[in-house]
């Protein structure tokens, strides 16, 4: 009971007891005076009651202030989802990396995460990995982790690396906004895999390809690339699109040097993230108690409801001009207005004119020059990437 509650509930207690002993007496109290007594009696308990009550709190409360995003190497998912389920509640979106999954194995995992009252919703992994016993069919696997219901983008990439099982590009609904995110694992440095930097770009580029241009809003492209900052060209192909990684953002910003995420001694791991995400961004950690060989690198953002709009400036597309059309050769100065109104008239009648030649009536989409005046303001993410039709 808070003590806020305590004083009040003292006092409804002696008043009671108080007088008590005049409603089973009848000292000289009147009918009247016992009606008023009995109706402040009532209010005294209407009121305790109304205090003890705990309100703003639910069953289900709403999200925190903030979301984790983050990328991990477990070295094999089978049978850990209780460890899973127990030392990764804490984030909202893991993307897996060597998780060594067949089709039955993600089954099992998803059964042990429900039976182990995770939070999470049901794995969803990439292609899955062969049923083999060789090093070469061990050392794959791909997925994703959410507490959101997750689905998978469509591409059309070469199926070598569609089926590679070491790349995925999904999506899922956060926040009412659609959060996209790719997941590579690349190739390791072993006698197995003897053109692994050509193979690991190949899959980079296909992933980046489909998150980082096909797609818009908040999106990311993590995993463990088994490789060296900066040393494929798959780099440079996220920064130009203008995605950083977590790491380099906690430089900039907080002056927290990069570290090693492989056994203490490379830094292989990456969560590169866009534009809208980097503005979110309030923290980044390294998170080495978890897994043995691989440290988890995560970041907090704030929600994704707190997106800042983007201001767009409308432009109307190509127009299918005709090789000649005419237009009055004093045609600015029969015009009336501010310089800016004679502006929009001008390119008015260029399009109109213009139309007039044409066989056909060119779309709306292509008209419109000149008559935009202030920026509108759109909410990334509010557009549901299309449905992926394939299935393993």
Known sequence: MSWLVLPFWIAGFFLNTFLEPFRYFGLAVCRSQRQSRLHLLSVVRVFVLFLLLQIGEATNPGPDNVFVLGTANPSGL????????????????????????????????????????????????????????TNAGTWKGVGVLSKTPVRRLPHDWPIEVAQSSRALAFTTLLDDVWLTGGVVYGEPESHLYANRLQHTEALLESVIGSVCYLSSGPRFVAGDWN??????????????????????????????????????????????????????????????????????????????????????????????????????????????????????????????????????????????RAQTKRLSKVHVGKMPPCEACQEW
């Open 78 to 133: 089978r049978n850990k989802a209780p460890y899973v389920a127990s030392h990764m509640a804490h984030g909202d979106v893991w993307a897996f990396s060597e998780t060594h999954l067949c089709s039955k194995e993600v089954g099992s995992l998803n059964a042990g995460l429900k039976f182990a009252g995770s939070p999470f919703q049901p794995f969803l992994g990439g292609f899955p990995v062969p049923s083999s016993r």
């Open 227 to 368: 490789v060296l900052n900066h040393e494929l060209p798959a780099f440079r192909m996220l920064e130009q699109a203008g995605f950083r990684d977590l790491q380099d953002l906690a430089c900039d910003r907080w002056a927290i040097p990069p570290q090693a995420t492989c056994k203490h001694r490379t830094r292989k791991d990456y969560c590169y993230i866009s534009a809208e995400l980097q503005a979110l961004l309030v923290d980044v950690q390294i998170v080495w108690d978890v897994w043995p060989d691989h440290a988890m690198l995560q970041g907090s953002f704030r929600r994704l409801k707190q997106c800042i709009p983007r201001d767009v400036w409308r432009m109307p597309s190509a127009f299918p001009w005709p090789n000649e059309w005419c237009v009055p050769a004093d045609l600015w100065g029969s015009l009336e207005g501010t310089p800016t109104d004679k502006y929009s008239q001008l390119w008015q009648q260029f399009e109109q004119s213009a139309e007039q030649k044409l066989p056909f009536v060119p779309g709306r989409h292509t008209k419109g």
